[in-house]
């Protein structure tokens, strides 16, 4: 597969599943925590589909579109495995990370504490969506909308 149709799938896959889990996510309170603001287009379809709710976005730098950057109080700009630390017992309804790299190596230094931070991060029968697998005992894998490949983005339950 090219790397644009890679870039398509991924796209698909967020879309689809943002979709699907923000259903749900409206009827959880607290906060819902952007992890990898980049150019804010999954941020602005956050923002759309859960009207109101607040969303702290994350990322080393801004480089987010005009149109996609969050008030100053909820950008928190660092790494993420420190700046969202800070936020352990916020209890988020969702956590959304896209933060993979598609080099293995990064990603599977990403692995080893992202998915703790997550569990901490989310209340119980929260949502963690993610473009890098989140194993975790407290993380349970749900299934991912039919339209989204095997192991294309990962989709767990706070338990
Ligand atoms: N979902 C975003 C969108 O729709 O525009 C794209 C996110 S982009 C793929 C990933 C972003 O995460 C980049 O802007 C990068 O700077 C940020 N990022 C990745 N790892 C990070 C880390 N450990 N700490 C802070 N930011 C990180």
């Known amino acids: 597969m090219s790397r644009l149709e890679s870039f398509i799938r991924r796209l698909t896959a967020q879309r689809d599943i943002l979709d699907q889990v923000c259903a749900e996510v409206a009827k959880i309170e607290g906060p819902v925590l952007e992890l990898g603001l980049g150019n804010g287009r999954t941020f602005h379809h956050l923002r759309e589909r859960l009207p109101g709710r607040r969303i702290v976005a994350f990322d ?4 987010a579109h005009a149109s996609s950057i969050p008030e100053a109080e909820n950008l928190v700009l660092g790494e993420i495995r ?3 630390s800070r936020f352990i017992g916020i209890g988020a309804a969702l956590v959304h990370a896209d933060i993979g790299t598609g080099y293995e190596d990064r ?3 990403t692995a080893t504490w992202l998915p703790d931070l997550i569990a901490r991060l989310l209340r119980v029968g929260g949502i963690a969506v993610s473009g890098t697998p989140l194993d975790h005992p407290q ?3 749900l299934a991912p909308p039919p339209s989204v490949p095997a192991d294309r983005y990962y989709i767990c339950r706070r338990v």
């Open 60 to 63: 080393r730098a801004l480089a």
């Open 82 to 84: 420190e700046t969202a």
């Open 107 to 109: 990603d599977a230094v």
């Open 139 to 141: 993380l349970q894998r």
